[in-house]
């Protein structure tokens, strides 16, 4: 179990941390100092755990920040920058790696790494079970510690007759002969911290035969070449995804250095942490190593002799206007037993090459890697979106009570019917900085009457009111502050530390949700407050923005692990086009309904009586319309915490009554409702484990005309039917991580197959009883998405599948019954800026009674495409789409249209010479 040092008062009180710059803990990997806090979470329930003298996690990695990523980006500051003008997560540019050349070693060090930039703060890793990261500013004491790798080693300062340039041209042309090397390696931190001088360790072992195997253990990451085949893993216990991934290409008959780009993510994990690329890699793979230890201008000095795990070696310092290195060579091999990294702001990186050895006996058994428990096979690395930073958003955090300074009880109802800001705070610098910007936002809003600023003490009644006036006094704020001496901030709000800033609503309802000391709060909070005070719903906002990231990662496995060729760039929010009609009809406004907050999918069930207009407002919410665009009702859905529904399937029992079936993506229920929107079952009634809700079904598999409920679940969960009562009626694990279902319907004497595409695009058919049946031949690209259309008069069925194309754009191909292709589109790319179907059907007058698909474009164009693709339109709405449905009614073709103005309605008008004309190219 990792362990984390805290102040003895957090021991006694069970108060929060002081702050994390008081943990001697540097980041192991998952958190970005550009993602800053919002992963930061838990770390209230091991921050009472005692740490163990010699062990702190791993300084030396750099998290997975979203750069060069292929496909996949990390969000950043989903709560707070991206809601301030309510656009998405900004992304980092992608660029090339390095431009193919690795950084030299005389740059600055530490280099690239975002865990050890001078004035930067430091990600932190508390545990599993507490979660992610935690936010960490070493305490740097400008002292270098030149000999602190030289433990138990003795070093003569007498300088022998040797030239340094000889023995490092030595040392590199060893390595350039050698048919192999081994070591044991490791790369060695230390720094000094609070006046105590601490080291940290990370794998960094290298094992090499020529001409293509190789083995490195290098921070979190292990990667094997066999010969044959080149395999990669990335172990990060805090990513259960990721680390879930195994690369697995073919190697080149030669490696170099530069083989190793073949995936962005592995290279930046390489170059970007600590020690940068392994020194025996530079060595090793390269055909001219080393280049920039012997440029013009770059001294040598001999730093005398010292004993190595019994082997003499001489010390060889090169300095350049970088920064100076010292390699410590074997005097007899020339091996390089240890190198010392630039020295920087006292914090001192030596590379421990234990054991090392050229022309080391090896077989291919000293190549193996393991796999990874129920794990994906990829060709390349996808990093999946960071958690959001707590489950209480949107949701009231339950029964709490905070202390004024009158020792009044300040409650959920003392706070009622205004907006609150509150900053759980204590005294460290990172809090002053963050309750000074509180003040200094209380001051702009000081007019604002529906809305009051708070500062919380978070550790109790541990000083005096005198000693607390006089601190805030000495940070210069004026701003209202309150006692949690019942620690509800770390019981009820699930604070991990200090500081924390928690938004509340007027109904108590948790909008934001900020960890840590967040440099842009000045800047970004006035904007959200605005936003908060004209309504907006920021948590849904921020929920939703995660579910679209998550359904984005799981899209995006399905081309990491197909055989298409590799996308060129990386897959972002897409960029709203300008308004334009279409080419081949014209739109007439019907109707527009604005009375929502948070429109989503929209519907028209046709076999309802009396029809009308179902809209999502929220995951909690159902509108329902007339056809005239009048309020039928509003549906308020009896849901479990936590519980959402953003998509619905429809189903008529036998005898005459409806029912509704939906779910979220990720989410953890399913929910069927009744007529009158009851809720009757929700599933699974237990709060069992899995990796979420991907997809469901409302379909009569067996012909029994009793519907069942089937159900896609993302991991190893795979597919289940459950009755209308809540009975498991079967579970196939013949396929897992599932992305999309779809119904195909047979004949009268065929009972209904279900199709489930899963995250590789594959597409397996499931019979009526649960048994799979074999996969089903797509035409080529990887499939996330299988759509079936729903016309009960035509069969056999057709279908839509959507895939990514070789420039990570969307492509829309049409299907037969047997998945056999008969048209493809390729769309626009990006992703969606929310929750929203992917592909609609319908049965409408358009040239004819015929069937159509109707496609959302991620620009906010919107497609149409006859069901054999001989008719093909599209148009810009001009505004970011949230749901579509096409329908008929009073002799009318009708195209609803979900934006975040609410729903319309829109009569098409078809050209005349249309009518006779049934193919457009």
């Known amino acids: 179990m990792m362990t984390c040092c805290v102040t003895a008062s957090l021991v006694t009180s069970g108060q929060f941390p002081r702050n994390l710059n008081s943990q001697p803990i540097l980041s192991p990997g998952r958190s970005c100092s550009k993602s800053r806090t919002r992963a930061l979470r838990g770390a209230a329930s091991c921050a009472i755990i005692a740490p163990s003298p010699n062990h702190f996690p791993n300084r030396f990695l750099k998290p997975p920040s979203g750069k060069n990523q292929p496909l996949a980006g990390r969000p950043q500051n989903t709560t707070l920058s991206s809601v301030n003008s ?21 740059e600055r060090i530490p280099p690239r790494s975002a865990t050890l930039r001078q004035g930067e703060e430091i990600q932190t890793n508390m545990n599993d079970k507490c979660s992610k990261s935690i936010r960490c500013t070493l305490a740097l004491f400008l002292v270098l510690f030149s000999a602190v790798a030289g433990c138990q080693q003795k070093l003569s300062t007498e300088p022998p007759e040797i030239h340094p340039d000889e023995v490092l041209r030595a040392m590199v042309r060893a390595y350039r002969q050698a048919s192999s090397y081994e070591d044991r390696g490791h790369i060695k931190l230390s ?20 001409p293509n195997r190789l083995k490195m253990r290098a921070y979190q990451m292990v990667l094997s070449s066999d010969g044959s085949r080149m395999r990669a893993r990335y172990n990060d216990p805090s990513s259960p995804e990721l680390a879930s991934q195994m690369v697995d290409v073919e190697v080149p008959p030669q490696l170099l250095l530069q083989s190793l780009q073949f995936d962005p993510f592995i290279w930046d994990q390489l170059e970007g942490s600590a020690g940068g690329i392994p020194i025996q890699l530079r060595l090793l793979l390269n055909d001219n190593p080393l280049p920039e230890i012997f440029e013009d201008g770059v001294e040598h000095t001999y730093r005398g002799n010292r004993e190595i795990e019994g082997h003499a070696c001489h010390g060889i310092q090169v300095s350049a206007e970088g920064g100076n290195v010292v390699f410590w060579i074997d ?52 990093v999946p979106p960071q958690p959001l930073p707590t489950s209480l958003l949107g949701k009231s955090p339950g029964r709490f009570k905070l202390q004024d300074a009158n020792d009044a009880s300040v409650t959920p109802e003392t706070l009622a019917g205004q907006h609150v800001v509150l900053i759980w705070f204590n005294d460290h610098p990172s809090s002053q900085q963050a309750i000074r910007q509180l003040s200094d936002l209380r001051s702009q809003f000081q007019s604002e009457t529906k809305i ?99 359904r984005n990662y799981r899209q995006q496995l399905v081309v990491a692990s197909s055989d298409v060729p590799r996308p060129t760039y990386n897959i972002s929010r897409a960029t709203i086009l300008t308004k334009a009609p279409p080419r081949h009809f014209s739109l007439t406004p019907l109707w527009e309904y604005n009375e929502v907050t948070s429109p989503g999918n929209v519907y ?11 809209l999502h407002d929220g995951p909690r919410r159902v509108v329902e319309l007339d056809k005239s665009g009048k309020l039928v009702a509003r549906h308020e859905l009896q849901l479990p915490p936590g519980g959402g529904v953003t998509y619905l399937d429809f189903s008529q029992l036998a005898d005459g009554r409806h029912i509704y079936a939906g779910s979220m993506p990720s989410g953890t229920k399913a929910f069927v409702f009744d007529e009158n929107w009851k809720t009757t079952l929700v599933y699974p009634e237990t709060d069992q484990k899995h990796d979420g809700i991907q997809d469901l079904e409302l379909v009569d598999l067996d012909g029994d005309h009793h519907p069942e409920m089937c159900i896609g679940f993302w991991g190893t969960a795979g597919v289940r039917a459950v009755s209308l009562e809540g009975t498991l009626l079967w579970r196939s694990r013949a396929t897992r991580s599932v992305l999309s279902l779809a119904v195909h319907g047979g004949s009268v004497a065929e009972a209904n197959r279900l199709l489930v595409t899963d995250h590789r695009g594959r597409v397996f058919p499931i019979r009526f009883d649960g048994r799979p049946e074999l996969e089903l031949r797509t035409p080529g690209e990887a499939i996330y998405h299988l759509a079936t259309q729903k016309n009960p008069h035509r069969k056999p069925p057709s279908y839509c599948g959507l895939a990514y194309d070789l420039e990570a754009g969307h492509v829309a191909i049409g299907m037969d019954s047997n998945l056999q292709e008969k048209w493809r589109i390729r769309l626009p790319g990006g992703m969606h800026q929310g929750p929203i179907q992917l592909v609609r059907s319908a049965t409408a007058s358009l040239l004819g009674e015929q069937s159509w698909w109707i496609i959302p474009g991620a620009d906010g164009s919107i497609w149409f495409i006859s069901e054999d693709g001989t008719f093909r339109d599209s148009f810009q709405f001009g505004m970011a789409l949230r749901g579509l449905e096409l329908t008929s009614w009073n002799n009318d073709t009708v195209l609803l249209v979900s934006t975040a103005n609410g729903v319309s309605a829109w009569k098409l008008n078809f050209r005349k010479d249309l009518q006779a004309l049934r193919v457009v190219k």
């Open 86 to 106: 309510g656009n998405g997560p900004t992304r980092l540019p992608r660029s090339p790696p390095s431009g193919g050349k690795e950084n030299s070693l005389l």
């Open 191 to 210: 720094v000094l911290q609070n006046g105590q001088l601490m080291h940290d360790t990370a794998p960094f072992s290298i094992r090499y035969q020529q």
């Open 331 to 382: 005097a007899k091999t020339h091996v390089l037993r240890q190198f010392e990294h630039p020295s920087q702001n006292g914090i001192s990186i030596v590379s421990v090459l234990a054991g090392a050895q050229l022309d080391a006996s090896l077989t291919g058994d000293d190549f193996l890697i393991s796999s990874p428990a129920e794990g994906k096979t990829v060709r390349y690395f996808v």
């Open 452 to 550: 009051t600023f708070l500062g919380v003490w978070a550790e109790g009644d541990n000083i005096t009111d005198e000693r607390l006036e006089a601190l805030l006094t000495d940070w210069g704020v004026q701003v209202p502050v309150l006692r949690d001496i019942q620690a509800h901030g770390k019981s009820v709000f699930k604070i991990p530390v200090a500081p924390t800033t928690v938004v509340l609503d007027p109904q108590g309802h948790v909008q934001l949700f900020e960890i840590g000391m967040n440099s842009k709060f000045s800047d970004q909070l006035p904007g959200i407050v605005d936003r908060l005070l004209q309504g907006a719903d920021l948590a849904q906002e921020i929920v939703g923005k995660y579910i679209e990231e998550t």
């Open 604 to 614: 028209f069930f046709d076999q309802r009586s009396p029809s009308t207009v179902l």
